[in-house]
């Protein structure tokens, strides 16, 4: 009789112990610094989040190191941006992680792309002659202020799933970040507005949401196709269309040399910006408000310069 | 209710149709029937707006129900009809998600399609080598690959490899990611956990050739590659990444092992330990060992006597790619050293060989690398070659590129082979990512 009390008391502890680890932070692993932001605020201190990739580093040229294996392993949630972007080295870690939770289609993988708004989707034949094309639409969504509330809302979703008992939490938390975004939204869209339809070149293709939310015309790339590096005829192409169209902003992404960019800015007198396309590009842009917080003021500094927009 | 209206509606239309006329004739008040116009626009209007939003909760529903992957692709551009991809069965570099789908329902099941990739390797040679001499001009090798998932517990990855004179099974194996005891679980053909060099395909070694420690000990291209079972497991540790794997073999592997009978099995083991110094620079090295009989006892087809080789490897790998160019500038630095210990009929050999290879990306597109190379002979471990490469590659693209290669070798035999070696790679179609 003695034996089975302290069996079941045993079986009680253990039961408890395991009630308590149940309660524990959800272990986030996000692909990039832009999810893990904003997985951040959803999550608040009910989950611990790291990223794979850093935000000034070109998100579709990661190594597969194992130490992300290690991270990988012991994730309740892997967030990734989806659409291709990742094809290069998440799927082997994925693989090697040995963690059942997070393979693809399993209750701990979230494409966050699911839901949000894509653009550049290919119609018609994709082929490898238009370069490192994403057969499913561009991958760079998150800078659109809109997908990232949608984003927002599919991690919380996706969370509540995981800890249902803390479901109002991150709907509490989804909705105050969603208002705060809209808030802010407003704010940037009106210090904008009066340089809607500006035209401007990128060197690649990573800002079509945000050109498209901001008002900003994309007419070229410093890249001829994507995923190629840049030809001198195709940069002397872009110059005198440039010229033609009178662009007078070229927008670069951290991890591209800025060479060709500046050889295209002196000939056409287009100012050459570095803008982070993610959290953590630059020291500035800590999280994702202050990432379009950054990167608006950025673009309207330059563009004031240039005196576009006074209409 | 609303159908009630909708008749009306369409009642009313059907008279104004054919109203007009008589209407008028009858001299009936025109701002009266304006009216009723008009009343009549107001209805339609309520009754599409209703309709409208009932449609939208619908679809909304079933959006839901069908899981919301494929939904808003559709949503935004109507590319066509699409079907979903089964999740994951993009593997690693196909596609996954909606895919235009064509024609009739029977097409449909091309999405469950294995992704396809196949990787020409055109190698050219030229210079003087009297010893082992490669064609002027050969296509080495084309690889297909098929990846997919197989079920929510498995994937799996065959390696067709086309050569001039025939097709051979590089690998098929079965991978099990999701084991209880954090076991990584491959069953098939594959090629064994032994150092670096021998588990790249061709396509991935930053060379045109296989360093002479590879020929002459561990099999060259083909390596050691054999029919079996593997099993990995992380070992936790506060510290780096360790992992251990074991694996058992038929026995068979080219020149290095022999399986005279089903005892005969070939073992292998290998332990990895991984760090990063920083966010750019990491270190990896490995030690590895190999066990199973050789060919040596084969006396007219009978193994007449029971001789084995023992493989031990140790190997080191230092990588450098700083975050914010890492498409620009990289370097890896390579060694491995192996030693053989083969059992013959009138002697044990102890041969011993090594390779020290360096690699540094230029620009984009651009990589240069030197080799040097050291290794004696499995079966007489007295005759030791040597040689030097210097390599060139151009990267047009992800999916092509072009290498030169000088290569020096000095043979056990005397002879000085001079060469220069190039190569063509492309690859078409959904190649998987490769592990790091």
Redesign the interface.
């Known amino acids: 009789m003695r034996a089975i009390s302290s069996v079941v008391v045993a079986l009680a502890l253990a039961l408890s112990a395991g009630g308590a680890a149940a309660q524990d932070k959800l272990n986030v692993v996000a692909t990039t610094e832009d999810l893990a932001a904003i997985a951040r605020e959803v999550g608040g201190d009910k989950i611990t989040v790291e990223s794979i990739a850093r935000g000034y580093q070109d998100p579709h040229f990661v190594e597969a190191k194992p130490s992300f294996i290690l991270k990988l392993q012991k994730a309740d949630l892997l967030i990734a941006v989806g659409k291709e972007l990742e094809i290069g080295w998440l799927p082997p870690l994925i693989t090697q992680s040995r963690n059942r939770k997070i393979q693809v289609g399993a209750e701990g993988y979230l494409d966050a792309s699911a839901k949000a708004r894509i653009l550049d989707i290919p119609t018609g034949q994709v082929t490898r002659a238009e370069g490192d094309v994403h057969p499913q639409g561009n991958p760079h969504y998150w800078l659109d202020p809109e997908n990232g509330k949608i984003v927002a809302r599919s991690i919380a979703d996706k969370l509540s799933q995981l800890r249902p008992t803390d479901r109002a939490y991150f709907d509490q938390r989804s909705n105050d970040f969603t208002a705060r975004v809209s808030e802010a939204e407003k704010r940037w869209l009106a210090a904008m507005a009066p340089y809607k339809g500006t035209k401007v070149v990128t060197y690649h293709r990573s800002f079509p949401n945000f050109a498209d939310r901001f008002g900003l015309d994309v007419i070229g790339y410093v890249e001829p196709r994507p995923g190629i590096p840049p030809t001198p005829q195709h940069t002397l192409d872009l110059m005198t269309e440039m010229k033609r169209q009178n662009v007078k902003l070229v927008l670069v992404e951290p991890y591209f040399d800025l060479k060709t960019p500046n050889a295209i800015g002196r000939d056409t007198g287009a100012e050459v910006l570095v803008v982070p396309p993610s959290v953590g590009g630059v020291k500035e842009a800590s999280d994702y408000l202050k990432l379009f917080d950054y990167d608006i003021n950025l673009v309207i500094a330059a563009l004031k310069k240039a005196g576009a927009g006074t209409r | 209710m609303t159908g009630v209206r909708l008749v009306r509606a369409v009642a009313i239309c059907a008279l104004l149709l054919v109203a007009p006329s008589s209407a008028f004739a009858q001299g009936t008040d025109v701002q009266a029937l304006r009216q009723e116009i008009e009343q009549l626009r107001k209805e339609l209007q309520a009754i599409q707006q209703q309709y409208g939003e009932r449609l939208t909760v619908l679809e909304t529903k079933l959006g839901a129900a069908q899981g919301?992957?494929a939904?808003?692709?559709a949503a935004?551009?109507d590319?066509?009809p699409t079907a979903q991809v089964?999740?994951?069965s993009?593997?690693?570099?196909?596609?996954?998600?909606?895919?235009p789908v064509y024609g009739a329902g029977a097409a449909a099941s091309k999405i469950f399609n294995p992704d396809i990739a196949v990787i020409g390797n055109f190698l050219g040679a030229s210079g003087r080598n009297t010893v082992n001499p490669p064609p002027t001009l050969k296509m080495q090798e084309s690889e297909l690959s098929l990846q997919a998932?197989v079920d929510?517990y498995a994937?799996a990855d065959f390696f067709i490899s086309f050569g001039e004179t025939g097709v051979d099974l590089e690998e098929g194996f079965i991978?099990f990611?999701?084991?209880p005891g954090?076991?990584?679980v491959k069953v098939g053909k594959q090629r064994a956990s032994f150092g670096k060099v021998n588990t790249f395909h061709s396509h991935q070694i930053p060379w045109t050739d296989r360093p002479l420690v590879t020929d002459n000990l561990v099999d060259g291209d083909e390596g050691i590659t054999d029919a079996g079972f593997s099993v990995a497991?992380?070992i936790s540790n506060p510290w780096f990444?360790l992992?251990a794997t074991g694996q058992v073999f038929r026995g068979d592997s080219g020149d290095v092992f022999h399986s005279s009978k089903r005892g005969d099995l070939s073992y292998v083991g290998r332990l990895?330990g991984?760090?990063?110094i920083s966010?750019s620079t990491?270190v990896?090295v490995g030690a590895s060992f190999a066990h199973g009989h050789n060919d040596s006892g084969l006396l007219d087809g009978i193994d007449v006597d029971r001789f084995t080789t023992r493989l031990f490897g140790v190997d080191g790998t230092i990588?450098w790619?700083p975050?914010?160019?890492?498409?620009?500038r990289s370097f890896l630095g390579r060694t491995e050293l192996v030693w053989s210990r083969r059992e013959q009929p009138l002697s044990i050999e102890n041969a011993f060989g090594y390779y020290f290879s360096g690699d540094y990306q230029l620009a984009?597109?651009w990589f240069a690398g030197a080799r040097y190379d050291r290794s004696g002979h499995a079966d007489d471990a007295a005759l030791r070659d040597t040689g030097q490469s210097a390599l060139l590659t151009y990267w047009p693209?992800?999916?092509s590129q072009v290498r030169g290669q000088y290569r020096r070798t000095k043979y056990a035999t005397g002879d000085l082979a001079n060469e220069f070696l190039f190569q063509f790679q492309f690859s078409?179609g959904a190649h998987?990512?490769?592990?790091?």
């Open positions: 919301a992957a939904a808003p692709v935004q551009s590319p066509g089964p999740p994951g993009g593997g690693a570099g196909g596609p996954a998600g909606a895919l998932i929510p994937r991978t990611p999701t084991l954090g076991l990584l497991r992380l990444f992992e990895r991984y760090q990063d966010e990491n990896d990588r790619k975050l914010r160019r890492s498409i620009y984009r597109r693209s992800e999916f078409i998987g990512a490769h592990q790091f």
